[in-house]
């Protein structure tokens, strides 16, 4: 079947190099940001999030950043893995009514 | 998959039939959501509910309906399939103090 990833811009890395995907974010009133991962067959894996009030936040391997003057999200993998090759899309909302927007997604490809 | 289940995982179907899609959480979370994800489209929401008999349109609706008369389970349902329904359909569910959605794991959905 035809993969998510198809029509996707890809990033190729290095395994064992840092990865730095960015997103562009259009509505200035999101308040609330995530990083999803997908891989092949399978559903989005919740990754980080991110509110408004921060501009940086930290998980395992893993770092957020959030530049709300120019609308920027960027997810920064450490040591890059070949388990990490996947679509990575980020998601926005405003207010509390949970309702999310998805951007399309950059494809993440790690070389050996 | 964050006790999300998909029913059927996947489906050949011919055009004008009658379809319903089944999602299943043991979470008893009160919020889910239907989307479906193409090619160069990302996720796009379809219908949401934010409780038992309590549902919504979303960006995409036109020719599905929905119905959630348990807290666990959310049905989609295509009165009469089309070409154009032919997708990969997640189900999604969050809680309302939380923005994170967590998927299921897709249902392939093929309309001849």
């Known amino acids: 079947g035809e993969s998510v990833g198809l029509h996707l811009p890809t990033l190729s890395v290095q395994e064992g190099d840092n990865s730095i995907i960015n997103c562009a974010y259009s509505?200035?009133?999101?308040?609330?940001f995530i990083w999803y991962k997908q891989e092949s067959g399978k559903g989005p894996q919740f990754i980080i999030d991110?509110?408004?009030?921060?501009d940086k936040r930290q998980g395992q391997r893993v770092t957020v950043l959030l530049n709300k003057t120019v609308k920027h999200l960027s997810l920064q993998i450490a040591a890059t893995q070949p388990g990490d090759s996947a679509v990575y899309f980020c998601a926005e909302n405003e207010g509390a009514n949970s309702k999310l927007t998805f951007g399309k997604g950059i494809t993440l490809s790690v070389r050996p | 998959d964050a006790g999300i289940t998909q029913s059927p995982r996947h489906k050949v179907t011919e055009t004008g039939t009658p379809v319903t899609l089944r999602c299943h959480q043991t979470?008893?979370?009160?919020?889910m959501y239907w989307y479906r994800q193409d090619p160069g489209h990302g996720l796009r929401l379809i219908h949401y509910s934010y409780g038992v008999k309590d549902t919504d349109k979303g960006e995409v609706s036109d020719g599905y309906s929905v119905s959630r008369s348990k807290t666990e389970d959310f049905l989609l349902t295509l009165e009469s399939a089309t070409s154009s329904q032919t997708s990969v359909y997640f189900c999604?569910?969050?809680?309302?103090?939380?923005?994170?959605?967590?998927f299921g794991p897709g249902t392939r959905l093929t309309v001849t």
């Open positions: 509505n200035s009133a999101s308040d609330y």
């Open positions: 991110i509110r408004s009030n921060m």
């Open positions: 999604a569910i969050s809680e309302p103090s939380a923005g994170e959605q967590y």
């Open positions: 979470e008893n979370h009160r919020y």
